[in-house]
């Protein structure tokens, strides 16, 4: 069990909370009803779960249907960074045997492919500002180790706000450089931040290797982690295709719309950044990196024989019937919101997974995912009756990935933040550059009139209309 950094109890005994609770209930749900009543698009889906048109942008196109006569067509995903399919973008650097995170970073911010000069000096740029600021490793990290790195991350993103001396400055200029250097520091942090957890909650040894410079983003986080710093060409080219990857996905995912909304009030950078943080971190965005995982390593415990059609198909259908796994009827690494033939970044992290896994020990999980994949619409259609188009996203593949690669599921969220803080910081200086207002979209109130009580006649069990009366058909 992870116990807390220092042995803080809270005055709230449990018997109290549960009385809080209780109280909390009566006075917070809404009626499923009233969302239809007054067409609230809930988690700003249209009825047809495409998501609410918010705003425009020039940095990223996810593509998984199109709609004819007002009906969905599926068609096989595309990613596409500034007009640029990811794919052409993977294949020219593979072509080239170069690493490609450094020249998306660039691709998303500025719009355009760098030039060989332009890109040799922007790495270099990343690589100056990789170094976090004196002391700030041991006061904001090894003084307070985190049981969840994410945590960690948006705390000590937050925290370079003090390091900064123009922190405020929403200039383009000044937000242009604190993005490149939070490009730069997020890996380390990130690093390190493991470190210090695998001291305090695993007590191993902690290794804090010294930067080199002429590191790309993925070899430098393969150097950090491993104790003895070695890894391949190979393997490096591998993680810095996820960081290409995840580097971006448009503006309406949950992080990078975060990301906006807070760069619309006015706010700092580290305040904007840190928010996309908290957001990716949760099981329904990028946590479910983590979900996926989870309910593999569960099959395996469960299913005699991991690649055993039938018995993978008896799990999944359990699955959806909430009686396996987190019993939240939910298969991870199946579905999106956008995708419907395919998720392009699952279709090439399982090509490189395929590839890797090959007369390994990871060949059957690799199969046995595979059989997930190919057994969920099947089975989704006949439990749930429904006809909805169901892929593999990229979190399917990306664990099995990192496995081979030898990082810890620890680090499986922290890596996907790590690579899209390139997108969030490009879509916070479109928003400070094309934005121009506040995001605000409305809520309608539904709360119950009611009338003050002076205290000393108040009682637990206040009289309330049982049915709410919108105010204007009062009379």
Known sequence: ???????????????????????????????????????????LRNPDGTGVMAGLTRICNVQGYYVSDGERVPVPGRLIYRGIDLLDLVHGCEAEGRFGYEEVAWLLLFGTLPTQAQLS???????????????????????APSPDIMNKLARSVLALYSYDEQPDDTSIENVLRQSIQLIAQLPTIMTYAYQV???????????????????STAQFILHSIRSDRQFTDEEAKLLDLC???????????????????????GTDTYSA??????????????????????????MEREVADITDEGQVADFLTRIIRKEAGDHSGLIYGMGHA?????????????????????GTEFEAKFHSIELVERLTPEIFAREKGDKKRVCANVDLYSGLVYRMLGIPVDLFTPLFAVARVAGWSAHRLEELISGGRII????KSVSLPGVYVPIAQRTEAQPRPSVYVPSEERI
């Open 121 to 143: 000096a922007f790495t270099q740029a990343l690589a100056q500002c990789r170094e976090l600021p004196e002391d700030f490793i041991e006061d904001m990290i090894m003084k």
């Open 243 to 265: 960081l290409m990857l995840h580097a971006e996905h448009g503006g309406g995912n949950n992080s990078t719309f975060s990301t906006r909304v807070l760069t619309s009030s």
């Open 273 to 298: 950044i840190s928010a996309g943080i908290g957001s990716l971190k949760g099981p329904r965005h990028g946590g479910a990196n983590i979900k996926v995982t989870e309910m593999l390593d569960c």
């Open 1 to 43: 069990m992870v116990m807390p950094v220092a042995n803080y109890i809270s005055p709230l005994s449990n018997d109290s909370l549960s009385s809080l609770c209780k109280e909390l209930g009566k006075n917070n749900s809404i009626n499923p009803a009233d969302f239809e009543r007054y067409s609230v698009k809930r988690g």
């Open 338 to 358: 956008v995708y419907t033939l395919s998720d392009p970044r699952a279709v090439m992290l399982k090509e490189q997974a395929r590839k890797f896994a090959a």
């Open 440 to 443: 605000r979209p409305a809520y």
């Open 197 to 215: 957890k695998r001291r305090h909650y695993y007590h191993k040894s902690m290794y804090l290797h010294p930067i080199r410079k002429e590191h």
